[in-house]
């Protein structure tokens, strides 16, 4: 935490140092656009250890984060602008969208020599706001940085979270509330829908120039490629498959799977509605604006495929110029995506529990029936799978996991057939299971404690129960005994029906 103040022009220096690659694509792509002051910003959370996976001046930015983060003094080098993309939203397109309250200051290129991208959200109105206000709640900014930190310690591709400022000066939603801007890094914000923005209007030229752009940038070992849009398409499709099984291993619901909010570097993006599972099921649906439950935890996989074939669309112009081959090619594109998903998934399913070798029939009915006991027992996703882990090296350890069932004594008769299978695999008990501890992952952000912590810094301006869930969940594959009570799903009266976009 810190209190840091605005710093005065000639204190700035260079603390970050600017490569600006996408100010430099046609003026269609953005608008330029500034910041807008906020009353009295206080820098509340800044993260030092991603400071220095950029490269950047950490001691300069967190001595004068309040005004950096805040848009209220200006990094040297950066260019702001605000994005312009279209978009799917709950299946209806919308031609223009774009940063309503987003200004992508700039990019910068790593330690690692990967770029990425330094936005800020919630900095005032831009082009694209659409009579919004172009601000942030404190709770929402919050959320985003516990949640997508989490995802990043969890080994899921996500933004990170830099930044956050309170502005002292309140936001109007159903409530006055108070204002906040969160510094989010991506390896770019480039979406779906900047696809469709272009295509939408009929502009191939900038959707070539766009496509060409993303190879660049994510993907340049396709610019040899026979057709490089075509494995373009295949290479983003591979990478939200990727990602989406990912998600399903830790119960992650997005919430919002809108194709402005799916990036084609393959990383989550939006943290708005999201929430983690409690207890098994595939319906789950957290999201409040999500009323028939499009997005639920287990229709994630086909919004995937369903949002690839809107990228299709928009790049069939560049995939051939007799349009039946192009539309062929798209097709079968799209067809590959739940191949590719079930493939991923394979992989995050059998280290859950603990197979290497495939049996792909026997084991395939082991998964099944697994799923199926715990979504008719109603058991929590997370605990059953890190209780299995330690069922792997224990029989004595049953007990705790059959505790999490309605029913206890159900899920013996597949532990039998279970272990009978692992008997088959490589390795010794103690190791299968610390492999599978390394899949299983003890400590998610669990909703009931995720907005205790956001009604804590929101209602009362105590941030202390914010930076300690944050710690926990820095290391969410170990066990942290002093820290049990995270790892806990929701007692009665605690459980969170609902949660908000906050836009």
Same mark, same amino acid.
């Given at each position: 935490?810190?209190?840091?103040?605005?710093?005065?022009?000639?204190?700035?220096?260079?603390?970050?140092?600017?490569?600006?690659?996408?100010?430099?694509?046609?003026?269609?792509?953005?608008?330029?656009?500034?910041?807008?002051?906020?009353?009295?910003?206080?820098?509340?959370?800044?993260?030092?250890?991603?400071?220095?996976?950029?490269?950047?001046?950490?001691?300069?930015?967190?001595?004068?984060?309040?005004?950096?983060?805040?848009?209220?003094?200006?990094?040297?080098?950066?260019?702001?602008?605000?994005?312009?993309?279209?978009?799917?939203?709950?299946?209806?397109?919308?031609?223009?969208?774009?940063?309503?309250?987003?200004?992508?200051?700039?990019?910068?290129?790593?330690?690692?020599?990967?770029?990425?991208?330094?936005?800020?959200?919630?900095?005032?109105?831009?082009?694209?706001?659409?009579?919004?206000?172009?601000?942030?709640?404190?709770?929402?900014?919050?959320?985003?940085?516990?949640?997508?930190?989490?995802?990043?310690?969890?080994?899921?591709?996500?933004?990170?979270?830099?930044?956050?400022?309170?502005?002292?000066?309140?936001?109007?939603?159903?409530?006055?509330?108070?204002?906040?801007?969160?510094?989010?890094?991506?390896?770019?914000?480039?979406?779906?829908?900047?696809?469709?923005?272009?295509?939408?209007?009929?502009?191939?030229?900038?959707?070539?120039?766009?496509?060409?752009?993303?190879?660049?940038?994510?993907?340049?070992?396709?610019?040899?490629?026979?057709?490089?849009?075509?494995?373009?398409?295949?290479?983003?499709?591979?990478?939200?498959?990727?990602?989406?099984?990912?998600?399903?291993?830790?119960?992650?619901?997005?919430?919002?799977?809108?194709?402005?909010?799916?990036?084609?570097?393959?990383?989550?993006?939006?943290?708005?509605?999201?929430?983690?599972?409690?207890?098994?099921?595939?319906?789950?649906?957290?999201?409040?604006?999500?009323?028939?439950?499009?997005?639920?935890?287990?229709?994630?996989?086909?919004?995937?495929?369903?949002?690839?074939?809107?990228?299709? @669309? %928009? =790049?069939? /112009?560049?995939? +051939?110029?007799?349009?039946?081959?192009?539309?062929?090619?798209? #097709?079968?594109?799209? &067809? *590959?995506?739940?191949?590719?998903?079930?493939?991923?998934?394979?992989?995050?399913?059998?280290?859950?529990?603990?197979?290497?070798?495939?049996?792909?029939?026997?084991?395939?009915?082991?998964?099944?029936?697994?799923?199926?006991?715990?979504?008719?027992?109603?058991?929590?996703?997370?605990?059953?799978?890190?209780?299995?882990?330690?069922?792997?090296?224990?029989?004595?350890?049953?007990?705790?996991?059959?505790?999490?069932?309605?029913?206890?004594?159900?899920?013996?008769?597949?532990?039998?057939?279970?272990?009978?299978?692992?008997?088959?695999?490589?390795?010794?008990?103690?190791?299968?299971?610390?492999?599978?501890?390394?899949?299983?992952?003890?400590?998610?952000?669990?909703?009931?404690?995720?907005? @205790? %912590? =956001?009604? /804590?810094?929101? +209602?009362?301006?105590?941030?202390?129960?914010?930076?300690?869930? #944050?710690?926990?969940? &820095? *290391?969410?594959?170990?066990?942290?005994?002093?820290?049990?009570?995270?790892?806990?799903?929701?007692?009665?009266?605690?459980?969170?029906?609902?949660?908000?976009?906050?836009?």
């Amino acid at each position: 935490m810190s209190n840091a103040t605005n710093p005065q022009r000639s204190d700035v220096g260079r603390p970050v140092a600017f490569d600006n690659s996408y100010a430099r694509l046609p003026d269609l792509f953005f608008a330029p656009v500034d910041p807008s002051p906020v009353e009295a910003p206080r820098l509340i959370a800044f993260n030092r250890t991603l400071a220095g996976e950029l490269g950047l001046d950490a001691d300069a930015l967190e001595r004068h984060g309040a005004g950096y983060f805040s848009g209220n003094v200006p990094l040297p080098g950066s260019l702001p602008l605000a994005m312009a993309y279209a978009g799917h939203q709950f299946g209806q397109f919308v031609p223009q969208l774009g940063d309503g309250r987003a200004i992508l200051l700039g990019e910068v290129i790593d330690r690692d020599g990967r770029r990425r991208d330094i936005q800020l959200k919630g900095a005032g109105q831009t082009p694209y706001s659409r009579r919004g206000d172009g601000r942030a709640a404190l709770g929402p900014v919050l959320r985003e940085y516990i949640v997508s930190e989490a995802m990043h310690a969890l080994g899921i591709p996500t933004t990170r979270a830099l930044a956050a400022v309170a502005t002292g000066q309140p936001v109007y939603r159903d409530r006055v509330l108070p204002g906040a801007v969160f510094t989010r890094v991506a390896a770019s914000h480039i979406r779906v829908g900047t696809f469709q923005f272009f295509a939408a209007r009929g502009d191939t030229e900038n959707v070539r120039v766009l496509a060409d752009h993303v190879i660049d940038r994510h993907y340049p070992a396709l610019k040899g490629a026979e057709n490089p849009y075509l494995a373009l398409l295949d290479a983003v499709a591979d990478r939200q498959a990727s990602l989406i099984a990912k998600w399903l291993g830790v119960g992650f619901i997005h919430g919002v799977m809108n194709t402005d909010n799916m990036t084609v570097s393959g990383e989550t993006i939006d943290f708005g509605p999201c929430a983690f599972m409690d207890h098994y099921d595939p319906r789950t649906v957290y999201s409040s604006i999500d009323r028939n439950g499009r997005y639920a935890f287990g229709n994630q996989p086909a919004i995937g495929q369903w949002n690839i074939a809107r990228l299709a @669309e %928009a =790049l069939l /112009a560049l995939l +051939d110029d007799d349009q039946d081959k192009a539309v062929a090619m798209a #097709n079968a594109a799209v &067809a *590959r995506f739940m191949d590719r998903f079930q493939d991923h998934w394979k992989v995050v399913i059998r280290a859950k529990i603990g197979l290497g070798a495939e049996e792909d029939d026997d084991d395939q009915g082991l998964i099944r029936d697994l799923m199926v006991t715990l979504y008719e027992q109603k058991a929590d996703y997370t605990l059953a799978f890190r209780r299995l882990a330690d069922a792997a090296e224990s029989e004595a350890a049953d007990a705790a996991l059959e505790d999490l069932l309605e029913t206890p004594g159900t899920l013996a008769p597949w532990l039998a057939l279970w272990r009978a299978r692992l008997a088959r695999e490589a390795g010794t008990p103690q190791a299968r299971a610390a492999a599978m501890r390394n899949a299983n992952p003890a400590f998610i952000p669990r909703n009931h404690k995720v907005e @205790e %912590a =956001l009604a /804590a810094a929101v +209602d009362h301006g105590d941030f202390s129960l914010f930076s300690a869930l #944050n710690d926990v969940l &820095a *290391r969410p594959y170990e066990d942290q005994p002093a820290f049990a009570a995270y790892a806990l799903p929701p007692k009665p009266g605690e459980e969170i029906t609902a949660t908000f976009c906050g836009t």
